[in-house]
């Protein structure tokens, strides 16, 4: 009896034995192999998506940037919007603390992240050992449009969009430049015609159907499904970006041509109109910026950015423009208070409201109020002397980024009709007398304001 209880001792300490000799087999094999990143600063994993190949492609990817020194942030909208809603207690999570695979995991083709041009670092290093960790790439790159302007280097090639794809899933890399006017753009993805069109589900990106223009986001590390990322401080203005994140570029070329033609203005009156109009749109930018005002390039600045890429030194003034929605009693206010003082208010908020301000050296801003109808848009004019109301029509519009004198500005999506309505199809003719009561095309009057108005209506300081 005694020997058979040393056998049955003998063989369940075996047996036990065997069973922690494996599951430590295991525990190296999944969590503490190199091939799996332990060890490596900012790509800590858990066990939470072990089973996943999304989570692990992301992994990977991640463990990637880390040892080649690029600080990638996540930028993937659907990722962040479900980050955002449990935000608090993503921000204070930390690793291993949570148990589930909720973000990473979902399914679905892409997932975006994006890297500052200046640290991407050993771009062709990099690229290699992805290869060699399995991944398939693709590298999209195009002109830089920053030096369109610039005949010797327009043509250079810039890298925009890099594609990593491992098994079912694919990591969208969007490189973020920084322009002059303080601001984060990235580049259209545009395939080459030797380009494998079936690589992956090109039409399922998030970035790069159109070129795209951010502020520069502050970021912040957390620790999102056991990996630790960088995301956009502030989610909810930066969710707000990205539907509107549409940018136009300035068209060089066509400037060029039309200088060649009709011959920039140098002389001392005009390079001094343009310095002082560029240091009151910047003005009127910051401060409309800080009151949340959406505006955009209305009239002839709109046309100085598109047909010259600069300001038309017979305009005398810089023209806005705002939807009327935005409004904001504190819109007057706010620029008496850096200085520029009331010209003129007409109309009021229900109707044909405009504002004119005064600067530097007799250099005017105006603001035009946008109203909507069923099929068109519309702005007022009123003549002080009479009374007199006008309307001016324009087509319905969106509104996209531009650059414009070293500062990102909002013009119309449909920028051609735009002008066309405003200005004709002779746009690209430089006419220097002009009448805002009947030049424009799209002028038609509106009545006259009743006499008993006329101290709300027509205000001349």
Same mark, same amino acid.
């Given at each position: 009896?005694?020997?058979?209880?040393?056998?049955?001792?003998?063989?369940?300490?075996?047996?036990?034995?065997?069973?922690?000799?494996?599951?430590?087999?295991?525990?190296?094999?999944?969590?503490?192999?190199?091939?799996?990143?332990?060890?490596?600063?900012?790509?800590?994993?858990?066990?939470?998506?072990?089973?996943?190949?999304?989570?692990?492609?992301?992994? +990977?990817?991640?463990?990637?940037?880390?040892?080649?020194?690029?600080?990638?942030?996540?930028?993937?909208?659907?990722?962040?919007?479900?980050?955002?809603?449990?935000?608090?207690?993503?921000?204070?999570?930390?690793?291993?603390? %949570?148990?589930?695979? #909720?973000?990473?995991?979902?399914?679905?083709?892409?997932?975006?992240?994006?890297?500052?041009?200046?640290?991407? #670092?050993?771009?062709?290093?990099?690229?290699?050992?992805?290869?060699?960790?399995?991944?398939?790439?693709?590298?999209?790159?195009? #002109?830089?449009?920053?030096?369109?302007?610039?005949?010797?280097?327009?043509?250079?090639?810039?890298?925009?969009?890099?594609?990593?794809?491992?098994?079912?899933?694919?990591?969208?890399?969007?490189?973020?430049?920084?322009?002059?006017?303080?601001?984060?753009?990235?580049?259209?993805?545009?395939?080459?015609?030797?380009?494998?069109? +079936?690589?992956?589900?090109?039409?399922?990106?998030?970035?790069?159907?159109?070129?795209?223009?951010?502020?520069?986001?502050?970021?912040?590390?957390?620790?999102?499904?056991?990996?630790?990322?960088?995301?956009?401080?502030?989610?909810?203005?930066?969710?707000?970006?990205?539907?509107?994140?549409?940018?136009?570029?300035?068209?060089?070329?066509?400037?060029?041509?039309?200088?060649?033609?009709?011959?920039?203005?140098?002389?001392?009156?005009?390079?001094?109109?343009?310095?002082?109009?560029?240091?009151?749109?910047?003005?009127?930018?910051?401060?409309?910026?800080?009151?949340?005002?959406?505006?955009?390039?209305?009239?002839?600045?709109?046309?100085?950015?598109?047909?010259?890429?600069?300001?038309?030194?017979?305009? +005398?003034?810089?023209?806005?423009?705002?939807?009327?929605?935005?409004?904001?009693?504190?819109?007057?206010?706010?620029?008496?208070?850096?200085?520029?003082?009331?010209?003129?208010?007409?109309?009021? %908020?229900?109707?044909?409201?405009?504002?004119?301000?005064?600067?530097?050296?007799?250099?005017?801003?105006?603001?035009?109020?946008?109203?909507?109808?069923?099929?068109?848009?519309?702005?007022?004019?009123?003549?002080?002397?009479?009374?007199?109301?006008?309307?001016?029509?324009?087509?319905?519009?969106?509104?996209?980024?531009?650059?414009?004198?070293?500062?990102?500005?909002?013009?119309?999506?449909?920028?051609?009709?735009?002008?066309?309505?405003?200005?004709?199809?002779?746009?690209?003719?430089?006419?220097?007398?002009?009448?805002? #009561?009947?030049?424009?095309?799209?002028?038609?009057?509106?009545?006259?304001?009743?006499?008993?108005?006329?101290?709300?209506?027509?205000?001349?300081?």
């Amino acid at each position: 009896m005694s020997k058979i209880n040393k056998n049955v001792i003998l063989a369940l300490l075996t047996l036990t034995s065997s069973v922690f000799l494996l599951f430590q087999l295991y525990y190296y094999k999944h969590y503490l192999s190199p091939k799996n990143g332990a060890g490596l600063s900012g790509v800590r994993g858990t066990k939470i998506g072990h089973n996943n190949a999304q989570w692990r492609v992301i992994k +990977k990817f991640l463990k990637l940037a880390s040892n080649q020194d690029m600080p990638v942030f996540l930028i993937d909208r659907s990722v962040l919007e479900a980050i955002n809603k449990d935000f608090e207690q993503v921000k204070n999570s930390t690793y291993g603390s %949570v148990s589930e695979c #909720k973000y990473f995991c979902a399914k679905r083709d892409f997932t975006a992240f994006a890297l500052l041009n200046h640290l991407l #670092k050993n771009e062709e290093n990099w690229f290699q050992i992805a290869e060699r960790m399995g991944f398939q790439c693709l590298k999209i790159q195009s #002109k830089d449009p920053r030096l369109d302007g610039i005949d010797y280097l327009s043509g250079t090639e810039i890298p925009l969009h890099y594609i990593l794809k491992l098994a079912t899933h694919a990591i969208h890399l969007v490189i973020f430049y920084e322009r002059s006017g303080n601001y984060l753009w990235h580049g259209q993805l545009r395939l080459k015609g030797y380009s494998d069109r +079936k690589f992956v589900p090109f039409r399922k990106l998030q970035y790069g159907h159109y070129p795209g223009a951010f502020d520069r986001p502050e970021l912040l590390q957390v620790s999102v499904d056991g990996l630790e990322v960088q995301i956009p401080k502030d989610l909810n203005y930066f969710l707000e970006e990205v539907p509107h994140s549409r940018f136009i570029e300035c068209r060089f070329k066509e400037a060029r041509a039309f200088f060649q033609k009709y011959h920039d203005d140098i002389t001392v009156e005009a390079m001094l109109f343009r310095k002082n109009a560029k240091i009151l749109l910047h003005l009127a930018a910051a401060t409309l910026k800080d009151l949340g005002v959406r505006f955009w390039l209305s009239s002839g600045t709109c046309l100085g950015w598109y047909r010259q890429c600069s300001i038309i030194p017979h305009s +005398k003034d810089v023209d806005l423009g705002i939807f009327i929605q935005d409004y904001t009693s504190d819109i007057i206010t706010a620029f008496q208070n850096v200085g520029l003082s009331l010209k003129h208010k007409f109309g009021k %908020v229900q109707d044909s409201l405009e504002l004119s301000f005064q600067g530097k050296d007799d250099v005017k801003l105006d603001i035009f109020f946008f109203y909507e109808e069923t099929d068109h848009m519309w702005n007022g004019g009123t003549q002080a002397k009479s009374g007199k109301k006008f309307k001016y029509l324009f087509p319905k519009f969106k509104l996209c980024w531009a650059e414009f004198v070293e500062i990102k500005v909002r013009v119309p999506c449909e920028t051609i009709n735009y002008i066309e309505a405003n200005y004709g199809k002779t746009w690209m003719i430089p006419v220097k007398t002009w009448d805002w #009561k009947s030049s424009p095309p799209n002028v038609q009057p509106n009545g006259i304001w009743p006499l008993a108005e006329w101290d709300d209506v027509i205000q001349l300081y």
